[in-house]
C-alpha cells in the first residue's frame, strides 16, 4: 500500500500478484474461444487497467508457440458513480462517428467491475443500435449484492462481497485508482475523500 493511502484502505481484498495470475487465465480462454481478430473495447475509466493487462497477456499469448489471436482497440467512457452510490444515470461518450467501427465487429467489452449491473445493461443496449456482429463482455469484478439487476457477463476474473472495493483502476471519487492491489475502503478514507 502506498504512504499516501495507508490510513484510507481496509483490507487488502485481491493482491496484485493473484490478479495478474487470473487474467493470464482468462487471457488464455479468451484467445482459446475465439477466431476471428477481436475487437477489445475499454470502459473507461475502471476499466483501464484490467484492459491493458488483460491485452498485453492476450499478447504474450500469441509469441509463445500455438494459437494467436489479433486484437484491434475501442474505448469508451462510461460513467454513473458518486461516492459509493450509483446515480442511476448512466452517461456514455463515444462520437457516432466512432461508433460506425463497431460494425459487423466481434466485441469484447473489458470492465473492472459488475456492480448493480445496470451500467452494463445500459451499455449493451446502447450499442445494439451499432450492429456489432458479436458482443461479449468480460469483467474482472463481479458484486454478490441484493442490489443487482442480474446480468451476469461472459469471463469473470472473480466474485466480491458486498463491500466497497477499490484500487487497480476502482475508484471512490477518482481517487485509489493508483493503487495495484483490490482493497476494501477504510471509513476513514470513505469520509476523506467523500464528495458533497
Ligand atoms: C463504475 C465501474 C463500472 C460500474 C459498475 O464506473 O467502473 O463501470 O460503475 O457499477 P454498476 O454495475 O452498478 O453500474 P463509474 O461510474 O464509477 O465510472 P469510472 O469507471 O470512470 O470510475
Ligand atoms: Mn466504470
Ligand atoms: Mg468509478
Redesign the pocket.
Known amino acids: 500500500i502506498p504512504e499516501h493511502y495507508e490510513e484510507d484502505v481496509g483490507n487488502v481484498l485481491i493482491p496484485h500478484g493473484l490478479i495478474m495470475d487470473r487474467i493470464n487465465k482468462l487471457a488464455q480462454l479468451i484467445t482459446s474461444e475465439f477466431n476471428e481478430r477481436l475487437t477489445v473495447c475499454c470502459?473507461?475509466?475502471?476499466?483501464h487497467q484490467f484492459f491493458a493487462d488483460l491485452v498485453n497477456a492476450i499478447k504474450k499469448r500469441s509469441t509463445q508457440k500455438g494459437k494467436t489471436l489479433p486484437v484491434s482497440f475501442e474505448f469508451i467512457?462510461?460513467?454513473?458513480?458518486h461516492n459509493d452510490q450509483?446515480t442511476g444515470k448512466?452517461q456514455i461518450s463515444l462520437s457516432e462517428d466512432e461508433l460506425k467501427d463497431f460494425k459487423d465487429k466481434d466485441i469484447l467489452i473489458v470492465?473492472?467491475?459488475?456492480?448493480?449491473?445496470?451500467?452494463?445493461k445500459a451499455l449493451l443496449e446502447f450499442l445494439k443500435d451499432y450492429q456489432p456482429r458479436t458482443v461479449k463482455v468480460a469483467s474482472l469484478l463481479v458484486k454478490k449484492t441484493p442490489?443487482s439487476n442480474g446480468y451476469i457477463p461472459d469471463y469473470v476474473g472473480f466474485a466480491v462481497p458486498d463491500l466497497f472495493v477499490v484500487g487497480y483502476c476502482?475508484?471512490y471519487n477518482?481517487y485509489f485508482r493508483d493503487l495495484d492491489h483490490i482493497c476494501i475502503i477504510s471509513d476513514k478514507g470513505r469520509a476523506k475523500y467523500a464528495l458533497q
Do not use: H
Not at 470502459?43 to 476499466?47: I, S, T, Y
Not at 459488475?114 to 452494463?120: E, K, L, N, Q, S
Open positions: 470502459v473507461l475509466k475502471g476499466g467512457r462510461v460513467k454513473s458513480y450509483s448512466v470492465e473492472d467491475i459488475i456492480d448493480t449491473g445496470r451500467t452494463m442490489k476502482l475508484d477518482d
